[in-house]
Nanobody, 126 residues
């Protein structure tokens, strides 16, 4: 069974850090670009960050640039999202998704993505 599983979410105070992981089972991530998305209560899901198959290309939403860093370890079949200087507005459910195809996924078009995880909750509050 093909699955993406997110982990690493939790509760943190403003200014704190978390590292999310997106692990694949049943398939290898080598062939896929990976996007991170988030959905806050009452809001539409939005793209946060993207990394291409071998990490040569990344993209970030303006709201997280300079604070979040995406990376991948294909040997571990895992993609990471390091989140620093967290703000209350970063509170959301975070999802990772996999897209296969050159040039796809970079602009966070959800319909381009093939597989989605179930999400992990991130709460930033004092």
């Amino acid at each position: 069974q093909l699955q993406l599983v997110e982990s690493g979410g939790g509760s943190v105070q403003p200014g704190g850090s978390l590292r999310l992981s997106c692990a694949a089972s049943g398939f290898t991530l080598d062939y896929y670009g990976i996007g991170w998305f988030r959905q806050a209560p009452g809001k539409e899901r939005e793209g946060v960050s993207f990394i291409s198959r071998y990490g040569g290309s990344t993209n970030y939403a303006d709201s997280v640039k300079g604070r979040f860093t995406i990376s991948r370890d294909n040997a571990k079949n895992t993609v990471y999202l390091q989140m620093n200087s967290l703000k209350p507005e970063d509170t959301a459910i975070y999802y990772c998704a996999a897209v296969r195809g050159n040039g796809l996924g970079y602009r966070f078009r959800e319909y381009e993505y093939d597989y989605w995880g179930q999400g992990t909750q991130v709460t930033v509050s004092s």
